[in-house]
C-alpha cells in the first residue's frame, strides 16, 4: 500500500451511500475525516437528526462540532464574496449549505440540531427518553463517583450473613476464600460493581461457562506452550539437561514444598500437568517481576559448587535475551490459570453466581432511594431499552429510534467497549441493508488504551469487516501522518514492525508491515533517542534522567514546552520529586489529590477552624502544623485537653495569650504572642470581608508562604482558594 491508495482510500471515505471501518493511524486527520463525512451525509440528508456522531470525549465531540461549523461559516463567506475555492472541505461546506436552504435548517442558528456527541452522552438521552422501557423504569441522575453507594451495597450484602438470608451460605464460601476479611470482601464487591456490566450478560449461565472453562483454558494454555516451543527448539536438548540438573540439586535439598519436574529428554508432551512443568521451567529464566535472570542460586537448582552448569544455563539466559518478543511469551506462561485449581475453585464461582445478582440489585434499590446512579447504570439502561423482549419483539425505543438515525459515525473505534457495540447492534438490528444506511468507524488498534474493559481493539485488529445488524463495513487503511516529525514516524514504524504481532504474522491480515507514511518535511533540530534503565534503582535514575533532560532544554530552549507521558499516577509522582529537586517548573492535572499535601491540608484546616468555633479537631491540626507549631505538652496546657473541652480553642488561645501559665515554654509563649492578635482578628473580621480573603490574609499573617518550597505548591494553595473556597463559601 502506498500514499496513491491513501488518497483513493480517503476518497472512498466520503461516498455516503457506503459503510467504512478506517484503520488510521496517529496523526493521519481522522478528525478532518470525520467533519468531511459528515458534510457528505448532511448533502443527501433530510433532516440533521439523522445522523449521529459518537467521539469518546466531550473534548473530542466539541472540537468536530467546531471544526464543521467554522467550515460551514466559511463556506458562506466565500459564497458571499462570490469567490472560488478548491479546498475540498468548503466545497462539502458549500454543497451543504445549498442543502440547508434548501430544507430550511438553519444550521448556523440552530447549532444543536448536529448530533455530535459522546457515548456516555448519547446512553444519558436514550434511558431519559426511554426510561419506561428499563427495569427501573425512572430517570435518574448520573454522576461520576458513585463508590459511596458501591460500598453501602456491599456492606448491606454482607449484613444479611447473620440474618440466614437465602444467600448467607455463599456469603460464607465467599468469606472462607477471602479469610474472613471482610474489608477485602467490601473492596472486591466494589471493584466488581464498577465493572457489572461487562459480566452481568453472563452471571446467570456462570455453571454452564465454568464446565466449558477448562477446556478453553488448556487450550490457551496448550497454544502459548507450543508458541514458546517453537520459540526455544533449537536450545532444546540443552534447556532439558540443565532442567534436569536443577531438578536434582532441588530434590537433594529435600524442600517439600518444591513442585518437583520429572526428567525430561525433550520438551512435556501434552497432558494436563504440561503447563505446571512449563512454570517451573519458566521461573529458572525469568524472576517473579518479569525480568531475565542475572544470576542462578541453590534456590532455582544451582549451587555455587556447580559453576560449569551454572554457566551454561547463564549462557542460555543470554541467548534468550537476544530473540525478539520470547520474554513476553515467557511471562504469558506464568499468567495462566491452573487448570487443577479451576475445578477446586467451581464452588466459589457458583457462589459468586448466586450472590452478584443480588449486590446488584442491592445497588439499584440504592439508585432508586438516591435518585442518581453511575454512568454504567446508564449504560444498562440504555441497552434495556434497545434490547429485544422475551419473544425476540422490538422494543419501542428502537423503532422511535429506526425513525430517527439512518447514518452513524464512531470515532475511536479501537476504544469502545462490548457493551457500548451491543448498543450500536440493537440500534441497527432492525435495518435493512438497502434502505441507505450507513455506519462509519475511525480508530487505531495500535492506540487503544481500553483493553482492560473489553475494548474491540482486538477484533479491530483482524477482521476484514465490521458487522452492525445487516450493515457490512469495508476495511479502509490510511498511511499519511500529518502532525509528526518524519524521524518519530520511522522509528515507531520500525518499532511496531519488530513485535511478535507483525514479525510472525499471525494473522492473515496483518501479512502486510505496520506503516505510517510522514509527509512533514524533516526538522533539522528534531531529535529522538532511546535511553532504558536496568536494575534495583531503574526507576529512580530514570526520574532523575528526565528531570535533567528538561532543565537541559528548558536552560536552552526557556520559551519551549515539554511533555512527559507516564505509565501511571505512581510513575508520575516519582518524576515529579525529581522535578522539585531539581527546579524543573511542571504544571499536571489530577496527578495528585490536592487534600493528600500537607500544605494544602493547613489551608484546610485553617479553613474549617475560622468557619466554626466548635470544630476542635480543625483548630488543634491548625495548632500543630508547621506555620504555627506548638509542641504537644503546649497544646495539651493551652486547649485544656484535661478538663473535658469545657471552652473552645480559641478561647483558651485567648486566655492563654492574656494570662500565661508558667508551665508553658519559652516558645510556646512566643507562638502565643505571634499567633494570638492575628486568630482573634480573623475571627472577628471573617464575616466583614470575603471569606476566601480572610483565609488568605490569616494564612499569610501565619507564615504559611514559608511553609511552601516551591512554586508548584504554591499554586496548588491557589487552586484550593478558586476551586474550594469560592464555591462552597464566597457564594
Known amino acids: 500500500m502506498d500514499i496513491k491508495t491513501d488518497e483513493i482510500n480517503r476518497k472512498l471515505c466520503l461516498d455516503p451511500t457506503k459503510s467504512f471501518f478506517v484503520s488510521a493511524p496517529a496523526g493521519s486527520g481522522k478528525t478532518s475525516l470525520l467533519v468531511k463525512r459528515f458534510m457528505a451525509l448532511l448533502a443527501i440528508a433530510n433532516n440533521p437528526e439523522e445522523i449521529l456522531a459518537i467521539t469518546f470525549t466531550r473534548k473530542a465531540a466539541n472540537e468536530m462540532k467546531e471544526r464543521l461549523l467554522k467550515s460551514l461559516e466559511e463556506a458562506q463567506k466565500v459564497s458571499i464574496s462570490n469567490s472560488y475555492n478548491t479546498n475540498e472541505l468548503n466545497e462539502l461546506a458549500s454543497i451543504v449549505l445549498q442543502r440547508d436552504t434548501e430544507k430550511g435548517w438553519k444550521l448556523l442558528e440552530s447549532k444543536n440540531r448536529l448530533r455530535i456527541q459522546t457515548i456516555d452522552s448519547f446512553c444519558r438521552s436514550i434511558s431519559a427518553q426511554y426510561a419506561l422501557e428499563t427495569n427501573l423504569s425512572i430517570n435518574l441522575e448520573s454522576i461520576d463517583n458513585a463508590e459511596p453507594m458501591y460500598s453501602d451495597a456491599a ?99 529435600k524442600n517439600e514444598e518444591i513442585i518437583q519436574i520429572p526428567s525430561l529428554s525433550s520438551f512435556p508432551s501434552k497432558n494436563l500437568d504440561r503447563l505446571l512443568i512449563w512454570k517451573k521451567i519458566v521461573t529458572k529464566i525469568i524472576t517473579s517481576q518479569g525480568r531475565y535472570r542475572r544470576s542462578l542460586t541453590k534456590n532455582q537448582g544451582f549451587p555455587a559448587t556447580f559453576k560449569k552448569e551454572k554457566s551454561e544455563m547463564l549462557d542460555l539466559i543470554s541467548w534468550c535475551t537476544e530473540q525478539d518478543n520470547l520474554l513476553e511469551n515467557l511471562i504469558e506462561i506464568t499468567k495462566l490459570p491452573d487448570t487443577k485449581a479451576l475445578v477446586s475453585d467451581k464452588e466459589i464461582l457458583i457462589a459468586f453466581s448466586k450472590l452478584l445478582p443480588i449486590l446488584v440489585a442491592e445497588l439499584n434499590l440504592i439508585f432508586l432511594a438516591e435518585g442518581k446512579c453511575d454512568h454504567t447504570q446508564i449504560l444498562i439502561q440504555s441497552l434495556e431499552a434497545t434490547s429485544s423482549n422475551e419473544n425476540n419483539q422490538i422494543s419501542e425505543t428502537i423503532l422511535h429510534l429506526d425513525h430517527q438515525i439512518k447514518h452513524i459515525l464512531i470515532d475511536e473505534y479501537q476504544d469502545t467497549s462490548k457493551s457500548q457495540l451491543r448498543l450500536f447492534q440493537n440500534i441497527t438490528s432492525n435495518w435493512t441493508s438497502d434502505d441507505n444506511r450507513t455506519v462509519f468507524c475511525v480508530g487505531d488498534s495500535s492506540q487503544s488504551i481500553y483493553g482492560f474493559r473489553t475494548s ?30 518524519p524521524q518519530l514516524v520511522n522509528w515507531i514504524n520500525r518499532a511496531f514492525n519488530s513485535t511478535d504481532k507483525y514479525k510472525n504474522k499471525k494473522a492473515q491480515i496483518l501479512s502486510e508491515e505496520f506503516k505510517s507514511i510522514p509527509t512533514k518535511a524533516n526538522d533539522p533540530h528534531s531529535h529522538l533517542s532511546i535511553k532504558g534503565f536496568f536494575g534495583n534503582n531503574c526507576d529512580e535514575e530514570e526520574s532523575k534522567q528526565i528531570a535533567k533532560e528538561c532543565k537541559k532544554i528548558l536552560q536552552n530552549f526557556p520559551e519551549e514546552t515539554i511533555a512527559v ?102 516558645h510556646g509563649r512566643k507562638t502565643l504572642d505571634r499567633i494570638v492578635p492575628i486568630l482573634k482578628t480573623a475571627w472577628d473580621h471573617r464575616r466583614k470581608i470575603s471569606f476566601r480573603m480572610c483565609i488568605e490574609n490569616t494564612w499569610v499573617a501565619l507564615g504559611g508562604p514559608s511553609t511552601v518550597n516551591s512554586n508548584h505548591n504554591l499554586k496548588d494553595i491557589y487552586r484550593l482558594q478558586n476551586k474550594v473556597l469560592l464555591k462552597y463559601f464566597d457564594k
Not at 481493539?457 to 445487516?470: L, T
Not at 487534600?595 to 489551608?603: A, E, L, S
Request: proline letters at 3%; charged letters at 25%.
Open 456 to 485: 474491540t481493539s482486538n477484533e479491530y485488529e483482524v477482521d476484514e469487516k465490521i458487522i452492525f445488524g445487516p450493515i457490512e463495513c469495508k476495511k479502509l487503511d490510511l498511511l499519511k501522518n500529518f502532525r509528526s516529525d
Open 155 to 253: 456492606i448491606s450484602v454482607l449484613s444479611n450473613i447473620e440474618k440466614k438470608s437465602t444467600h448467607s451460605d455463599e456469603l460464607q464460601v465467599i468469606l472462607k476464600y477471602l479469610g474472613n476479611d471482610t474489608n477485602l470482601c467490601i473492596n472486591l464487591f466494589i471493584s466488581l460493581l464498577q465493572t457489572r456490566e461487562q459480566w452481568l450478560p453472563y452471571i446467570f449461565n456462570l455453571e454452564m461457562i465454568i464446565d466449558n472453562l477448562s477446556i478453553v483454558i488448556c487450550d490457551m494454555a496448550n497454544e502459548a506452550i507450543d508458541k514458546l516451543e517453537i520459540l526455544l527448539k533449537k536450545n532444546e536438548h540443552l534447556l532439558c539437561k540443565l532442567i534436569n540438573f536443577s531438578e536434582e540439586n532441588l530434590i537433594s535439598g
Open 565 to 666: 507521558l507516564v505509565r501511571s499516577k505512581k510513575h508520575a509522582k516519582e518524576i515529579i520529586e525529581q522535578f522539585e529537586k531539581f527546579s524543573v517548573p511542571w504544571e499536571g492535572n489530577d496527578i495528585e489529590s490536592l487534600g493528600k499535601k500537607p500544605h494544602v491540608t493547613d489551608m484546610i484546616s485553617l479553613s474549617l477552624a475560622l468557619t466554626s468555633i466548635a470544630d476542635r479537631v480543625a483548630w488543634l491540626s491548625l495548632l500543630r502544623c508547621p506555620m504555627i507549631g506548638f509542641s504537644l505538652k503546649d497544646l495539651m496546657l493551652i486547649t485544656s485537653a484535661n478538663e473535658k473541652y469545657k471552652s473552645s480553642v480559641i478561647t483558651c488561645l485567648i486566655d492563654q495569650f492574656e494570662n500565661p501559665s508558667k508551665d508553658i515554654s519559652t
